[in-house]
Structure formats: C-alpha cells, structure tokens
C-alpha cells in the first residue's frame, strides 16, 4: 500500500508499506493482522508470524520479528547483516532466501534457537521462492541463465533440477497427486 509521510520529496512524501491480512475460507472475511515495513513473512506452526524488514537508516541488512496476533506482541529477535528477501516455515523448518551487501539471493536455514543462518544452496546465482514441504525444499535459480525449478534434499543434501524447458519459477508440490505446480 502507500500513504504519507515518508522522508522524500520525488513522490511527495508518498512511500510503500505492507499491510497483511488474514482471510477466513470458509465466511470469506477479512482482517488487517499487521501493517508496516516488511518485505517478508511466513506463519509458522504455532501461529506466530515471523517477519523480516530492512534495518532502519539506510544500513544493510534486515531486523527479524516474531509478531504473535493473538497478543498483539511484536518482538525483534535480531538484527542480521543479510537482507533477507523471503521465508518459508514448514515442519519445523524456517528457510530464507537472503543476501549479503552486493550478493545474490542464497538459501538459508535460519535457527529460531539461536537466530543463526547456515547455507542450504549457495552459489554466484540466484535462489528464490522456497517452499518446504517435507524433506524437501523447492526453488527457483537461474543457473545457465533460464530460471528453472529445483528441489533441495534434506536428507541427502542434493539439489535436483525438476524443469527443462522456458522460465519456471515459485514451484510447489501436491503431495497428494506427486505434481509440481510452477510459474
């Protein structure tokens, strides 16, 4: 969204911020569950929404908040030298795809215990859109210059290209039906 009151004078002090919301399937309503500067989110399994922003005043890097709706506590739990672009939480997992300071995007685990990130996949390409499911987690990088799908193992510490052909990116698994949804 956009409102004012941003330090600019280009867009008339007009800035971007984002505001999440939370829809109920079932009634189809709506509600704002937090509003800020956040570039990413993930609900993890007890409820609680960690996010990431980037660090005020112009430094590099990103803060991390764990935001719980049902108090309406919002806690910084660090402050990380790596902007961190997006996350995905899942069986117990947290993944982010972060850089440092004039880097591409790699993929992170990121320990709740003690906020610490250890590389899952990290090369001089870009790796983004995680999304665990199991024992596996799926992206997307552009190695030989097409962004294709890919699959990082767990249990093995492999990675698997999954697509061949033209752009493919953000892909999911349904477990049920063994398909890979792509962009």
Not at 29 to 37: F, K, S, T
Not at 171 to 180: A, C, F, N, W
Request: some cysteine; aromatic content about 12%.
């Amino acid at each position: 969204d956009s409102k004012s009151g941003f330090a600019n004078v280009s867009q008339l002090t007009f800035g971007e911020y984002t505001v999440l919301h939370a829809r109920d399937l079932a009634t189809g309503e709506d509600h704002v569950v937090l509003a800020g500067r956040m570039r990413a989110f993930a609900v993890l399994e007890d409820g609680t929404i960690l996010y990431a922003r980037d660090k005020e005043g112009g430094a590099f890097g990103s803060e991390l908040h764990l935001f719980n709706p049902a108090t309406g506590e919002d806690r910084l739990l660090a402050k990380v030298d790596y902007l961190v672009e997006e996350i995905a939480a899942g069986g117990g997992r947290v993944v982010v795809s972060a850089h440092r300071d004039w880097s591409l995007p790699s993929l992170y685990a990121l320990s709740l215990a003690d906020l610490g990130l250890t590389p899952l996949v990290d090369t001089p390409f870009v790796e983004a859109h995680p999304s665990l499911q199991g024992d596996r987690l799926f992206f997307s990088s552009n190695y030989g210059g097409v962004y294709a799908a890919y699959c990082y193992d767990f249990n093995s510490g492999k990675t698997f290209r999954l697509t061949e052909n033209g752009y493919a990116a953000s892909p999911v698994l349904d477990e049920e039906t063994g398909q890979i949804y792509y962009v």
